[in-house]
């Protein structure tokens, strides 16, 4: 796959939420511009800010006609302004970033391959956890191939790596706990499989903020059992089952 437009019809579609993020969006979005896969459109969604995030936004759009502005009238959270995004996005495939994460440059052209190669629609891969001073934390390795079974166990795709082929049909983030979990489970239920890229260094680099609501563990527990009664309707001793899984994989990425 060529690094721009192959005449494949293959373009992808980056959903990136921006909330009061003018100290790390930058970063991100000159992660994305730079990506040696140049077929693509950023379509960042500012959900309300109030800082100077939305005249960042419009000066790499005037400089760069794939980035596309979208503001929402108020500020209605990270599942609603990365649904905007998908309405409005135009690529054969959809990944998304976070306004305080980044990729490697060679993030999505790598997974493009791997995927046309495997036949796959979906696709993730390994990426570094990095504190905010600066520090290089754990790097999260998911395994080669998971399915829904092996998801129900955990999320194992990290949004910021996550890329999905829209052949498969759109899904939509639900505004609950986890929600990006949600979403990546029924994306790997409909797909049937999902794969992960090979490469020797990891392909995005997550931003983990001190204090913040994933952080919480005990919240998080209580999401995570919510989504394996509620959303996946699992008899108890089934999600007591994934659920101690789930701690244990939680764990692991800590490491």
């Given amino acids: 796959m060529e690094s721009a437009s192959s005449g494949t019809g293959v ?13 790390t969006m ?20 500012d959900d309300g800010s109030t800082d100077a995030s939305v005249g960042i936004l419009r000066e ?5 006609s794939r980035v596309r502005l979208i503001r929402q009238d108020r500020n209605a959270g990270v599942a609603a302004a990365r649904n905007a995004g998908l309405a409005a996005a135009s690529g054969s495939h959809i990944a998304f970033l976070d306004s305080d994460d980044w990729w490697h440059c060679r993030k999505l052209e790598l997974q493009l391959q791997q995927m ?12 570094q956890r990095m504190a905010e001073d600066g520090r290089a934390l754990s790097i999260v390795r998911p395994p080669a191939v998971v399915g829904y079974a092996e998801m129900l166990q955990g999320n194992h795709i990290g949004n910021l790596t ?16 986890h929600e990006d979990y949600v979403f990546w489970l ?13 490469h020797d260094e990891p392909l ?4 983990v903020r001190e204090g913040s609501v994933s952080a919480n563990k005990l919240r998080a527990a209580a999401w995570q ?17 994934c659920f101690m899984h789930y701690a244990r994989n939680a764990l692991s990425k800590r490491r």
Avoid at 116 to 127: E, F, H, K, P
């Fill in 116 to 127: 046309d190669a495997a036949g796959a629609l979906v696709s993730y891969a390994s990426y």
């Fill in 204 to 207: 995005a680099y997550y931003l």
């Fill in 26 to 45: 930058r970063r991100s979005i000159e992660s994305v511009l730079g990506q040696s896969f140049a077929d693509l459109e950023l379509v960042a969604v």
């Fill in 162 to 177: 996550g890329i999905y082929d829209r052949r498969m049909g759109d899904g939509s983030f639900r505004k609950i706990g």
């Fill in 186 to 198: 029924e994306r790997v239920r409909r797909a049937g499989r999902a794969i992960r890229v090979e």
């Fill in 11 to 23: 373009r992808v579609s980056v959903v990136m939420p921006v909330y009061n993020a003018e100290n």
């Fill in 60 to 64: 790499y759009a005037a400089a760069d």
């Fill in 225 to 241: 059992w919510r989504i394996y009664r509620d959303v996946e309707s699992l008899g108890l001793l089934h999600a007591s089952w």
